[in-house]
């Protein structure tokens, strides 16, 4: 683990509900899609630092590289990032724990007869990790190694239209993809109706998931054990990756503060062995027997 780094707040611009934090980072390693932070204001009155997933990343200069954060204020440690202004400083530690490693592989990883199809579901600020997931996708379309995925679809649940305006940052990243001749497809739902329907965005999985294709997911835990519930409904060979959300002290697997029971029973470090685990590490091959087939699924 690297020593944190003293930050500077670069941009803050408000998006609906929530605030993108862009930080100028001395010393920043490149981050995976799913990889996270630790992240205090300088002078912060509260005693931890807190978690976010890296949004988007611009590596830069020996003055550092830009991070972007996309922070959803709930409490005193959100509500003092999304206060800060150009200038200001903010401890950072990262990146940590380990992202979604498998998209570059998803594409043959699957089972035989595999969709090629890769299907992201987010939920409320859950989707924050995803335009990193977009950007490397790119990358490996790009690169054209025949690990490009035949589609990719996007399918995010909101609250309402306001935390919704979450969308708009992802259509430069949806259009860089689709320029790689990936087909790639963006659809949101709102639980108020807002965007049309009203719905949970486990409806919107449900509608298009089919046998064969590869999720990979990140919202309120409720969500994820819908989505994987979806995923063994649907039929062998969808598999799915889910970013997990617990209680950080450390962020590097010393405090043991976030450990959470696998389905086998042995615990695990959210920090450290994940925050990204596979449906069946965490959820196990059996339907949740609180699972109905619109639970959870809406904004976290
Ligand atoms: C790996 C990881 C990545 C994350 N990425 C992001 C991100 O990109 N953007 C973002 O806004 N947030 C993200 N979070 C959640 C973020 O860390 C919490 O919102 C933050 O810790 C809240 O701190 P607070 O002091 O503002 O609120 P607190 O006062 O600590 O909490 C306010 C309320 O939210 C609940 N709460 C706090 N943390 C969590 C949590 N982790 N899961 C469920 N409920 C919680 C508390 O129980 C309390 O009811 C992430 C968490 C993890 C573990
Ligand atoms: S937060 Fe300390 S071990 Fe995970």
């Known amino acids: ?79 003092e990032l999304v206060a800060l202004s150009p200038g200001d400083r903010v401890w950072a530690l990262g990146p940590l724990g380990r992202g979604f490693d498998i998209l570059g592989e998803l594409p043959r990883h699957g089972a035989p007869g595999g969709s090629g199809r890769l299907l992201i579901v987010g939920g409320g600020v859950g989707v ?39 969308l708009t940052l992802f259509e430069p990243a949806v259009a860089a993809l689709r320029a790689e001749g990936v087909p790639v497809h963006l ?52 598999d799915a990756w889910f970013s997990l959300e617990a209680g950080m002290a450390c962020g590097f697997g010393s405090c043991l503060g976030c450990v959470m029971p696998m389905a086998d029973g042995v615990l695990a470090r959210v920090c450290r062995e994940g925050p990204v685990f596979s449906g069946r590490e965490v959820f196990g091959e059996a ?8 639970a959870g699924g809406g904004g976290s």
Not at 13 to 18: E, F, L, P, Y
Not at 133 to 159: K, M, Y
């Open 128 to 166: 924050a990790p995803f335009v990193l997931a977009l950007e490397r996708l790119r990358e490996i379309a790009a690169a054209s190694t025949g690990g490009a995925h035949s589609e990719v679809l996007l399918l995010f649940g909101f609250r309402d239209a306001v935390q919704a305006d979450a």
């Open 187 to 238: 659809e949101g739902i709102c639980e108020d109706g807002s965007l049309g329907r009203p719905g949970l965005v486990t409806k919107l999985l449900e509608e298009h998931a089919r046998s064969g294709d590869a999720v990979i997911a990140c919202g309120a835990h409720a969500m994820c054990e819908a989505v994987w519930d979806i995923c063994l409904r649907t039929g062998d060979g969808l």
């Open 1 to 79: 683990m690297k020593d944190r780094a003293l930050a500077t707040v670069l941009h803050r611009a408000r998006v609906g509900s929530m605030v993108l934090v862009r930080l100028g980072v001395p010393g920043w390693r490149s981050a995976r899609p799913g990889q996270f932070a630790m992240l205090q204001a300088e002078g912060s009155g509260c005693f931890l630092p807190r978690a976010f997933s890296v949004h988007a990343q611009r590596e830069g200069s020996s003055d550092g590289s830009e991070v972007s954060f996309l922070i959803a204020p709930i409490g005193a440690a959100t509500d």
């Open 287 to 294: 339907r949740h027997p609180c699972a109905a087939p619109d």
